[in-house]
């Protein structure tokens, strides 16, 4: 069976890394460097990090600071946030990113899944949906969750999958930051519609609920942000709760 992963997710303005409820209401809680070089002493996965301003302000990925980012993570590093052509997608993966993660431009553009995917391996291509519940439907935004794109979550789910996407990063805008849990029925949702890796984020508050998104929703890796900022929870500790119950994690 597959091993379970447990991934920090990090948010970029220009401040340094922030931390919201609801993708609104930003705080400043870190910098990018210190929160890399914790994270590699607590057993991650991976690691997450999300320029949520970019794509506004029309503006390439930052290529240098990556270098210098991916210089000091030691765990496969996933970048997002701006990337709507192939190129970008490229230099991002020479300046040290493992994989890139893929948002608004994609609803526009579904070939950049198809291409990018061909030339570089669906492995390397995560297609990041943020989700609202309208009444008993999942709509998928785009834009830092302001734009309603029109496509259900069942389906853009789907086309990304056949798109060629190597994997999901699924969040739940209402959940995110609220600690209150994951969105269950939004996980399932896209799990019953692909057979690609399904990562469940927004509303992680403890380790219970990364059980439950793991075993009751079928998400083959949780992500996080606000339980490692404001708790005193760690991805460790994540992962020795999880084995206790029988999930296959990776613990050194």
Not at 221 to 244: G, N
Request: proline fraction near 3%; charged fraction near 25%; include cysteine.
């Amino acid at each position: 069976m597959l091993k379970v992963r447990v991934i920090p997710t990090l948010l970029y303005k220009s401040v340094g890394l922030v931390k919201g409820i609801g993708f609104d209401a930003w705080r400043r809680v870190d910098t990018v460097l210190p929160a890399i070089k914790v994270y590699n002493m607590r057993e991650v996965d991976e690691l997450i990090l999300l320029d949520i301003d970019a794509t506004d302000e029309r503006r390439e990925p930052d290529y240098e600071a990556i270098k210098d980012f991916s210089r000091e993570c030691f765990v496969p590093f996933c970048v997002g946030g701006g990337i709507s052509r192939i190129d970008q997608i490229r230099r991002l993966l020479r300046s040290g990113a493992d994989k890139v993660c893929i948002n608004s431009a994609a609803y526009e553009h579904p070939e950049l899944i198809t291409e990018s995917a061909r030339l570089f391996g669906s492995q390397c291509i995560v297609v990041s949906i943020d989700c609202k519940k309208i009444g008993e439907q999942y709509y998928c935004f785009s834009h830092n969750g302001r734009v309603n794109t029109g496509y259900l979550l069942r389906d853009w789910a789907e086309e990304a999958a056949k798109a060629g996407a190597g994997e999901l990063l699924v969040t739940s805008v209402t959940m995110d930051g609220t600690m209150r849990g994951y969105d269950m029925d939004m996980i399932k949702t896209a799990v019953r519609m692909v057979n690609i890796p399904v990562i469940a984020s927004g509303g992680a508050g403890n380790y219970e609920h990364m059980y439950q998104a793991i075993k009751d929703a079928g998400a083959s890796a949780v992500a996080a942000a606000s339980i490692y900022h404001f708790t005193e929870q760690t991805p460790k500790e994540a992962k020795e709760y999880l084995k206790e119950r029988g999930i296959p994690v990776r613990i050194k």
